[in-house]
Nanobody
Framework: QLQLVESGGGLVQPGRSLRLSCASSGFTLDQYTIGWFRQAPGKEREGVSWISRSGGATEYADSVKGRFTISRDIAKNTVYLQMNSLKPEDTAVYYC?????????????????WGQGTQVTVSS
């Protein structure tokens, strides 16, 4: 069973940056499309971004386009979500998820394995 671990969350002021990491032990993540999702209190889970197995294809939600960048480091077996110009509305628990597919989706049902999440709080 693929296990994913997110890290890098925290409390940050508006306009600042954070980089989230999604890692796995025992499985090579380049065999999976990886997605990032978030869920704020009282709201539905939202797809944020995904990156294909090769890294050649990505997609972003309109709410983060131009501010967030997804990437993967095959040598480190890690997928990153660089979040710049953070806003209070970005506050949520962020999850990474994996799918054994060549492409991805911003729909959660596409993915088979999920991490436990990391809290991101954007507040002054």
């Amino acid at each position: 069973q693929l296990q994913l671990v997110e890290s890098g969350g925290g409390l940050v002021q508006p306009g600042r940056s954070l980089r989230l990491s999604c890692a796995s032990s025992g499985f090579t993540l380049d065999q999976y499309t990886i997605g990032w999702f978030r869920q704020a209190p009282g709201k539905e889970r939202e797809g944020v971004s995904w990156i294909s197995r090769s890294g050649g294809a990505t997609e972003y939600a309109d709410s983060v386009k131009g501010r967030f960048t997804i990437s993967r480091d095959i040598a480190k077996n890690t997928v990153y979500l660089q979040m710049n110009s953070l806003k209070p509305e970005d506050t949520a628990v962020y999850y990474c998820a994996a799918a054994r597919s060549w492409s991805g989706s911003l729909v959660g049902a596409w993915y088979d394995s999920w991490g436990q999440g990391t809290q991101v709080t954007v507040s002054s």
